[in-house]
């Protein structure tokens, strides 16, 4: 009895905040991962996450806006914490060899459509039947394929996805919510053409 006394008296004492941590992770794992499909545009919620090795490219104290890792088999992972800078974070992941065209946008908006010539149905093609038919088509896309979200602020692109001179065109809207803080559209625009500047319009849902 003693002796497990003292084990039970080394254990330290947790937080009330620790332990709402814990369950708000269990709860996370709980709940499968899913994307939401909005007409004929690819919009996904940031999801479960998952654990990667990877290799930083931005470093420093504090929290950075956003940070970009590419990983020894290719992919790389892009963590946004704030939506601003979308330069900066397209000069980051073309160092890690991924031609992008990055938007932040607002609450409740999107860029009005269309802003490219896009390789696949996931961004602009006929509208489909049905649902099931909608998330058949996004689905299948090299879209979809090419990027993934990985937790609640992070993505993973698998470059081997995208073909050389095509543009990987990313949307990340603001969400108002701390568990899924954005939004993510994603979609490959074809080689040679060209991504007009975003125009943000109106998109209650």
């Keep these: 009895m003693n002796e497990l006394k003292a084990m039970w008296q080394a254990i330290p ?3 009330p905040e620790e332990l709402a941590g814990a369950r708000q992770r269990l709860l996370r ?3 499968p991962r899913r994307r939401v499909v909005t007409g004929p545009r690819l919009l996904v919620a940031a999801g479960v996450a998952a654990g990667l090795v990877v290799t930083p490219l931005i470093s420093g104290a504090g929290t950075s806006a956003y940070a970009v890792a590419k990983s020894p088999d290719g992919t790389v992972t892009v963590t946004v914490n704030e939506l601003r800078d979308p330069s900066g ?3 980051k992941l073309a160092e890690a060899g991924v031609k992008a065209d990055v938007t932040f946008l607002g609450p409740d908006t999107r860029c009005a459509a269309p802003r490219f010539v896009s ?3 996931a961004y602009d093609g006929a509208p489909a039947a ?3 038919e909608l998330r058949s088509v996004v689905e299948g ?3 979809f394929q090419a990027t993934q979200v990985t937790s609640i602020r992070t993505i993973q692109i698998s470059p ?3 073909k050389p001179g095509e543009t990987l065109v990313v949307e990340f809207r603001d969400n108002r919510h701390s568990n899924v803080p954005w939004r993510l559209g994603a979609w490959l625009a074809q080689a040679g053409t060209p991504v007009k500047p975003c125009t ?3 998109d209650p849902h």
């Design 141 to 143: 896309s090299r879209s």
């Design 130 to 132: 049905d649902v099931s």
């Design 200 to 202: 943000p319009v109106e």
């Design 13 to 15: 004492p947790t937080s």
């Design 119 to 121: 390789v696949d149905r």
């Design 89 to 91: 974070l397209e000069a």
């Design 29 to 31: 794992g709980m709940h």
């Design 160 to 162: 081997k996805y995208i």
